[in-house]
């Protein structure tokens, strides 16, 4: 190695130094004030980008986490991606995995997430679900690319899954959806885990943006009279008692 390579080795070394040990309030500050549309915004934020915290994170001007930790993980970067261990220790959702960051996109990996359904949903982007329960991610890989994912595994549960709209909120039971990937489709295999309603199906995401749910929901021989009601607004049974939903639609980026 000649002596110019080594003054640029060191160069480097010197600068890449620098920039870890730099706030990482002064790192968000640059990177926001050039992207300042992003949704996503960190405040109270302590430490540097290799270990530090962040007192909120909100998310289209909603909270959607408290007292966020991170800490790099230098192994890494021999994936090409810059990675962290990041957890939570305070609710609305509580969450513990790795996250990485590279020119493929955005890899998260053994994450596990719960929180209450609400909360979950307004970190997918949904204000208002007319439903309450305790939710539970277990995410085994997930790749986004765009914000968009792109190959997932793992699994969501509902527990304790109540309907709201009702003068006195109604409980369901509980749910499980199986994540996977399926000709470049996101899929969730939805069935009861126990409950007053049989409940099957699935759910897809598709490269396009757009989205198709399709189930079919019997209410079971021990469900309260108000969930069969709740199911005729989703229109007549068939032969078999089921009743049919189904909605399509696309996310806007």
């Given at each position: 190695?000649?002596?110019?390579?080594?003054?640029?080795?060191?160069?480097?070394?010197?600068?890449?130094?620098?920039?870890?040990?730099?706030?990482?309030?002064?790192?968000?500050?640059?990177?926001?004030?050039?992207?300042?549309?992003?949704?996503?915004?960190?405040?109270?934020?302590?430490?540097?980008?290799?270990?530090?915290?962040?007192?909120?994170?909100?998310?289209?001007?909603?909270?959607?986490?408290?007292?966020?930790?991170?800490?790099?993980?230098?192994?890494?970067?021999?994936?090409?991606?810059?990675?962290?261990?990041?957890?939570?220790?305070?609710?609305?959702?509580?969450?513990?995995?790795?996250?990485?960051?590279?020119?493929?996109?955005?890899?998260?990996?053994?994450?596990?997430?719960?929180?209450?359904?609400?909360?979950?949903?307004?970190?997918?982007?949904?204000?208002?679900?007319?439903?309450?329960?305790?939710?539970?991610?277990?995410?085994?890989?997930?790749r986004l690319r765009d914000g968009w994912p792109?190959?997932?595994?793992?699994?969501?549960?509902?527990?304790?899954?109540?309907?709201?709209?009702?003068?006195?909120?109604?409980?369901?039971?509980?749910?499980?959806?199986?994540?996977?990937?399926?000709?470049?489709?996101?899929?969730?295999?939805?069935?009861?885990?126990?409950?007053?309603?049989?409940?099957?199906?699935?759910?897809?995401?598709?490269?396009?943006?757009?989205?198709?749910?399709?189930?079919?929901?019997?209410?079971?021989?021990?469900?309260?009279?108000?969930?069969?009601?709740?199911?005729?607004?989703?229109?007549?049974?068939?032969?078999?008692?089921?009743?049919?939903?189904r909605r399509t639609g696309k996310m806007t980026?």
């Open positions: 190695m000649t002596t110019r390579h080594l003054l640029i080795a060191a160069g480097t070394a010197f600068v890449l130094g620098l920039f870890a040990q730099a706030p990482a309030a002064v790192i968000y500050g640059w990177v926001f004030a050039r992207q300042p549309d992003t949704p996503v915004r960190l405040f109270g934020i302590e430490g540097t980008i290799v270990s530090g915290s962040a007192r909120y994170v909100m998310h289209g001007g909603q909270p959607l986490l408290t007292d966020l930790h991170w800490s790099l993980q230098p192994w890494a970067l021999l994936l090409g991606r810059l990675g962290y261990h990041v957890r939570t220790t305070s609710t609305p959702l509580l969450l513990d995995g790795r996250l990485g960051i590279g020119f493929g996109g955005t890899h998260i990996d053994a994450l596990k997430a719960s929180g209450e359904l609400g909360a979950l949903a307004a970190a997918a982007g949904q204000s208002f679900v007319p439903f309450v329960g305790q939710a539970g991610i277990d995410v085994h890989t997930l792109v190959t997932a595994t793992g699994q969501l549960r509902v527990i304790g899954l109540h309907w709201t709209l009702a003068r006195q909120p109604i409980l369901l039971g509980d749910y499980q959806a199986d994540l996977g990937t399926e000709s470049g489709e996101i899929t969730a295999l939805i069935h009861t885990l126990s409950g007053v309603l049989d409940v099957s199906g699935d759910a897809r995401l598709k490269p396009d943006r757009s989205y198709e749910l399709n189930l079919q929901l019997r209410p079971r021989p021990d469900a309260p009279p108000m969930v069969a009601n709740l199911l005729r607004s989703v229109g007549a049974p068939d032969a078999q008692g089921y009743y049919r939903l980026p």
